[in-house]
């Protein structure tokens, strides 16, 4: 069997901490790779063959912002056919757009829960289609 990856992109400890609580309970299967900003995760993209089941990455870091990121993980080969949603506290409609416009598969404010969160994991997990704004889920 396949190990199924996530790969996550945050500059904050306490977020990277509550995904992995929240991952677990939407689906233990899937094991969390972490970056502490967008430096490191094109550092590990570059010197690995690493290819995660979704990326999330947060879109305010330090050094290489969130979009930078995104449009790097975009050019990258192996990664083509890779979810990568936007995992942020800002619900700002031009943060939205302008991350769609990039490439985002999913826009994913952060929710104020872990329960939350596990929800809209799993539903990322199984859901077939799903709309840009991951908030949006009913």
Excluded: W
């Amino acid at each position: 069997m396949n190990q199924r990856s996530c790969f996550l992109i945050d500059d904050d400890e306490d977020d990277r901490e509550i995904f992995a609580m929240a991952l677990k309970k939407a689906n233990a299967d899937y094991v969390c790779t972490t970056a502490k900003n967008g430096r490191d995760a094109l550092e590990i993209v570059a010197n690995s063959d690493f290819i995660p089941n979704y990326v999330f990455v947060d879109l305010n870091m330090p050094m290489v912002s969130g979009r930078e990121c995104l449009t790097a993980l975009k050019k990258v080969k192996r990664f083509t056919d890779v979810p990568i949603i936007v995992y942020t506290t800002s619900s700002h409609s031009k943060d939205i757009e302008d991350t769609q416009s990039l490439g985002a598969s999913h826009y994913l404010v952060k929710p104020t829960s872990i329960a939350e969160l596990t929800r809209l994991l799993t539903d990322v997990f199984t859901k077939k289609e799903l709309p840009f704004l991951l908030s949006e889920i009913n």
